[in-house]
């Protein structure tokens, strides 16, 4: 063989990992893509080096894809790549972290240069980096290079969104999930998984009304699933059901919504009952997902959110107003600082005269005297009271002068 070919067939081998795959040509279209259902995708993310084809122009989009490359193209989906070959971190993907996983990031991998391993086991940068940003368990795997099949995909979505987004609710994805007839034929396990991903609009089923557990995951399949899963715009639309009035969309961090199940009417009723506890507060306040959070002013407001996006979450808000339909509780938590009870008195009314109806006057009265007390001085402990058919658990941090209101109807 002559030389030239000899490197560039080693430069193919190390720039993919596999000597099957070589750079395609963006002015050379794939062979065998023209008119299949994911050719926009295909073309689109090989475009940006998350996969490439074959030294024959083929792409081979039915082909199932291995373990090993679907987590290097996860990896790479979450990258940039520049315009000398060069890769780092999408900007939006890293503020996603944790500061756990951001500073894995910037310390581990602070050289992290998105390329296979020239000596050993060239899928190992990817593996390594997915595993220590929790977006795998890499000990479940005794093989990396077996065909990846529909609930190890739906897996790694699991556990990459609940470290760079949020869960839906598990009674909601677990409703949706189990329309499909071959559900049970996973493992509990590996069915919430599956949920989930239905849930994010990432994965959907078949029009026979099956998941497909156990069918192997294509090329093409698994770059449009990864395209869903970074671009939340290209996520198929999943509604609340019409026909459950308990269902209800709620909006989380980043402009984004989520659908919550309420246990029963008087939670679901609850959450309007928040709402119109933070029109109370004007602009000092905001609602996600179902907790209320109350501000002292536009200045906290701004450096709360500010310590949250950044993960430090050193400031807090004064009052936060929660529900945890999982659970059937409700809570209030009130940080006593100067003037707290006063700005937000009418805010917490409004919404106990909701929950506890012809008692809240004994709310109030538990409420008031507890709160002023801390908020003196006074040694006050932590007790529990009935009122009406509800049990309050008083939770009290003296030092830190915050009060907890858990509430929980009495079994």
């Not at 109350?294 to 200045?299: E, I």
Request: net charge neutral.
């Amino acid at each position: 063989m002559h030389r030239l070919s000899v490197i560039t067939l080693i430069i193919a081998f190390l720039g993919t990992g596999n000597a099957a795959y070589a750079q395609q040509s963006n002015s050379a279209p794939f062979k065998d893509i023209k008119g299949h259902w994911a050719e926009k995708t295909i073309t689109e993310m090989v475009s940006k080096g998350i996969l490439d084809g074959y030294p024959n122009g083929t792409f081979r989009p039915d082909e199932p894809v291995k373990v090993d490359q679907f987590i290097k193209m996860l990896v790479l989906s979450y990258s940039n790549l520049h315009q000398n070959g060069e890769r780092s971190w999408n900007p939006s993907f890293f503020q996603s972290l944790s500061t756990e996983n951001q500073t894995i990031l910037k310390q581990d991998y602070r050289y992290y240069n998105f390329k296979p391993a020239t000596a050993g086991y060239w899928a190992k940068p990817y593996i390594d980096v997915a595993s220590d940003l929790h977006f795998l368990n890499k000990s479940r795997y005794s093989d990396f290079q077996s065909d990846m099949t529909r609930e190890n995909v739906a897996e790694v979505l699991f556990y990459t969104l609940q470290e760079t987004e949020f869960l839906e609710d598990s009674q909601f994805s677990l409703g949706l999930a189990q329309s499909y007839g071959d559900l049970m034929s996973a493992t509990e396990r590996e069915r919430k998984f599956i949920a989930e991903a239905l849930a994010k609009g990432i994965m959907q089923g078949y029009p026979n009304g099956y998941f497909g557990v156990g069918d192997k995951v294509t090329r093409a399949q698994s770059l449009v699933l990864l395209n869903r899963l970074t671009e939340k715009t290209k996520r198929i639309e999943v509604k609340a059901s019409a026909r459950d009035d308990l269902q209800l969309a709620v909006p989380t961090v980043g402009g984004g919504s989520k659908i919550v199940v309420f246990p029963d009417r008087r939670m679901r009723d609850a959450y309007d009952a928040l709402k119109q506890s933070g029109a109370l507060r004007g602009s000092n306040q905001d609602l996600l997902d179902t907790r209320l959070r109350l501000f002292k002013d536009q200045k906290e407001k701004e450096s709360v959110l500010s310590s949250s996006s950044s993960g430090t979450a050193k400031v807090q808000e004064e009052v936060s107003i929660w529900l945890d339909p999982q659970y059937n509780t409700y809570g209030i938590t009130i940080r006593l600082r100067d003037g707290t009870l006063a700005r937000n008195q009418e805010a917490v009314e409004t919404f106990s005269d909701y929950l506890f109806g012809y008692n809240s006057a004994t709310f109030r009265k538990w409420f008031n005297e507890v709160c002023v007390s801390v908020e003196s001085g006074t040694k006050v402990s932590s007790k529990q009271v009935e009122i009406g058919g509800d049990t309050v658990d008083i939770r009290i941090d003296s030092s830190a002068k915050t009060v907890v209101f858990s509430i929980a109807k009495r079994a």
